[in-house]
């Protein structure tokens, strides 16, 4: 089985471009969740998606940044416009069901460096 | 607000055991595992649903202490393949009922042959 699909694997932009994270969870999962991973910040969730509506964004960090997933195969993140302090790993996972009591399975990651 | 593991970092020889600790400060409803090796994605471990209850993972074992907050994650005989950071992730819930994921601080763990 496909896992979850992340593009692109690696972006490097300036400042003041907009930047967009694409994903592709496993299919048949319900629950799709953004985390960022920092040196600094850990493993943070910004967002995550129940059958594709969004349930809490109380982690993205400010307005710049926009989720979406308009359909149960797709999703994406979006940061407009981008700053240095937003380079990081973004992951995203999925699982079937509620992270409560399931498996997240996670993506490759988005390796972003804005200069 | 962040699950706080300990310890940091734990340095291993192959054979060895260890224990990492993961506590919350608030009620904790679940607990999920996950080992991330470096440059990857982290992958999932183990969950534990109810206090007392006790889950394993090949050589991997872990508890889980409702009352205290807190879970244990045991790894017995250490294998150079367990070297990585781990994350223990806790469940936090929203007044609006809904609840949010939340990963611990994370240990580093290097097994040396």
């Known amino acids: 089985d496909a896992g979850v699909i992340q593009s692109p694997r690696h972006e490097v932009t300036e400042m003041g471009q907009e930047v967009t994270l694409r994903c592709k969870p496993i299919?048949?999962?319900?629950?799709l969740f953004w985390y960022r991973q920092t040196m600094m910040r850990g493993l943070e969730l910004l967002i995550y998606f129940n059958n594709n509506v969004p349930i809490d964004d109380s982690g993205m960090p400010e307005d710049r940044f926009s989720a979406k997933m308009p359909n149960a195969s797709f999703s994406t993140l979006k940061i407009q416009p981008s700053e240095p302090r937003d380079s990081a790993v973004y992951f995203c996972a999925s699982s079937r069901g509620g992270a409560r009591n399931r498996p997240q399975h996670f993506g490759d990651g988005t390796r972003l460096s804005i200069l | 607000q962040q699950p706080v593991q300990s310890p940091q970092a734990v340095i291993l020889r192959e054979g060895e055991d260890a224990v990492i600790n993961c506590s919350s400060s608030k009620a904790l409803y679940s607990v999920h595992w996950y080992r991330q090796k470096h440059g990857e994605a982290p992958v999932f471990l183990m969950i534990?649903?109810?206090?007392?209850e006790q889950m394993r993972h090949e050589k991997i074992s872990a508890s889980f202490n409702e009352k205290k907050q807190q879970s244990s994650l045991y790894l017995t005989a250490s294998q150079l393949s367990y070297s990585g950071t781990y994350f223990c992730g806790t469940e936090e819930r929203n007044t609006s009922g809904t609840y949010k994921y939340i990963f611990g601080t994370g240990t580093r763990l290097k097994v040396l042959a």
């Open positions: 534990l649903l109810k206090g007392g």
């Open positions: 299919s048949g999962h319900d629950y």
